[in-house]
């Protein structure tokens, strides 16, 4: 095999584009492997962990775009530098000639009068010092970037919540303000639901199942999953939850995370008792008796926060698709597991969907290992090696340094897959697909080769693979819907219609004597 790398000095990309950048350099005919990628020590060190390290990169700087190919000869790497070439020539010149641009956010706040927020999505060495300048600037931001200091993030939202401003992240990638959908959202109806979310997959599918079920949203706040840490304090959750109460457009407000620290869980709940609206709220294994004394309206799981919701913002429930367990499928399914497809195996490109289903098998199992566990006595050795029943968030930190996000690109979780799939434990594999903006074009298809090989693999050894899939999208998403299902249900895969049945059906398949 041969690495060559190019650097270009001085010359920025922000981590968006970069992720969509390498997509796109992964799937040039005869590449093993492509990196596009700022030259940062954190993107060094993963080039040096999966044997793409060069001279050239080893001497870049922070300032400095690095692009590694990985292929099996010298003319196969020169070829494909020519067509990524082409692809930033095409990104620069797609834009129209009336676009303008700004080289600072002080000089697009002063052209630009009418702004009144900023998306920020710069590597997190820089990312706090823009996020700053915008909120002087008195501009509302949504911070897209990670890799933010927890120091840096509580200066942020002190700053903004003196201002009276949101501060949407560090590592916040969903929002709909204003009915616009930033970052990684779904195409759903405007409605008088708001949402507060620590969680950007869950806040996308409550968001999704609530349009599903008639209803819309008003807004979509992000909070950054750091927020209800001790350190920070619920700084932005409790801004969301302030301005949600004001908004004359919203009638009902839904959280959404992971439990919060203790210290910030009794702020959150305050808050929630002063509420003259209604709250949902969905912390996902959190204490529904604490909810419920502060006169909220706990949700044990997603589709039944969607449901709440809906039904406190006036839906009539005899016309509502509730979309029961298919209870002669899960008998079905258990006939043809063999007593030694005892496991699950979950692969997951929503943090969130993930823990959903992971909860949902902790239920019943306590064997159940992940990469995002938070008793570490369950958290995984190896994150590249299964053990007992194992949920897997590839769009953990750990999975995304220097590479993009799951949602983009799923050539990681395909990996992975084709290896559970061989694995003769394995009764049943769940996977989610998002579908909005910003995510694959088409995310079954992508993963649809794999999918069927291994079906067939399975077959010819004599055992059924059970697989799940979990389309999360609505039929307004820049994907087909649809469509989507339509592949999933063609090749044999289980289709589940929410996040929340997905997880229900991977438990129950594989519960021996029930």
Not at 62 to 71: H, K
Not at 442 to 453: Q, R
Not at 480 to 487: R, S
Request: with cysteine.
């Amino acid at each position: 095999m041969t690495v060559q790398a190019v650097v270009k000095p001085n010359t920025y990309f922000d981590s968006v584009s970069l992720m969509s950048l390498s997509t796109k350099a992964n799937q040039i005919e005869g590449i093993e492997q492509a990196i596009i990628a700022m030259g940062t020590e954190m993107n060094k060190g993963v080039m040096r962990n999966v044997g793409l390290m060069t001279p050239e990169v080893e001497e870049a700087k922070t300032s400095d775009l690095i692009i590694v190919v990985n292929a099996s000869t010298e003319e196969l790497c020169e070829s494909a530098f020519i067509t990524i070439n082409e692809l930033f020539t095409k990104k620069n010149t797609s834009k129209g000639k009336s676009d303008v641009k700004y080289s600072t956010i002080s000089s697009a706040a002063q052209n630009i009068p009418d702004a009144n927020l900023a998306v920020i999505a710069v590597n997190g060495a820089y990312a706090t010092r823009e996020a700053r300048k915008a909120l002087e600037n008195n501009l509302h931001v949504m911070l897209f970037s990670d890799n933010v200091s927890i120091e840096d993030e509580i200066e942020l939202k002190t700053l903004a919540h003196e201002k009276g401003l949101l501060m949407m992240g560090p590592d916040c990638g969903t929002a709909i303000i204003g009915n616009v959908a930033l970052c990684f959202a779904n195409a759903v109806r405007k409605g008088s639901i708001g949402i507060v979310g620590a969680s950007g997959t869950g806040s996308q599918e409550v968001s999704v199942r609530i349009h599903e079920f008639g209803g819309g949203i008003s807004q979509m706040i992000g909070t950054g999953g750091r927020d209800l840490k001790e350190e920070i304090g619920g700084i932005m959750m409790l801004d969301g939850i302030k301005a949600l109460q004001e908004d004359e457009a919203t009638k009902v407000i839904v959280l959404i995370s992971k439990p919060p620290a203790p210290s910030v869980e009794v702020k959150v709940l305050a808050q929630i008792k002063q509420s003259k609206k209604p709250v949902v709220v969905w912390f996902v294994g959190g204490d529904e008796e604490k909810v419920n004394q502060a006169g909220g309206h706990f949700a044990k799981m997603s589709k039944e926060a969607a449901l709440k919701a809906v039904l406190l913002a006036g839906a009539d429930e005899s016309k509502l698709n509730k979309r029961a367990l298919n209870l002669p499928l899960i008998e079905e399914v258990r006939t043809k597991l063999t007593p030694e497809q005892k496991y699950i195996r979950g692969l997951f490109s929503g943090g969130t969907l993930c823990d959903e289903a992971m909860h949902t098998a902790m239920e019943k199992f306590d064997n159940v290992y992940s990469n995002i566990q938070r008793d570490p006595e369950y958290r995984l050795i190896d994150r590249n090696v299964s053990q007992g029943h194992t949920f897997i968030d590839f769009g953990d930190d750990e999975f995304t340094q220097g590479k993009p996000h799951p949602m983009i690109d799923p050539s990681t979780r395909i990996s992975r897959f084709v290896r559970e799939a061989k694995d003769p434990s394995v009764g049943v594999i769940v996977m989610d697909f998002v579908l909005g903006f910003g995510a694959h074009e088409d995310p079954v298809g992508a993963m649809l080769p794999a999918i069927i090989e291994a079906k067939q693999d399975a077959e010819q050894e004599g055992r059924h693979l059970e697989i799940i899939g979990y389309v999360l999208g609505t039929e307004l998403d820049p994907q087909n819907l649809e469509e989507q299902v339509d592949k999933l249900l063609a090749a044999g895969v289980t289709h589940a219609s929410s996040s929340q049945n997905a997880g229900l059906l991977a438990r129950e398949f594989v519960v021996k004597g029930e």
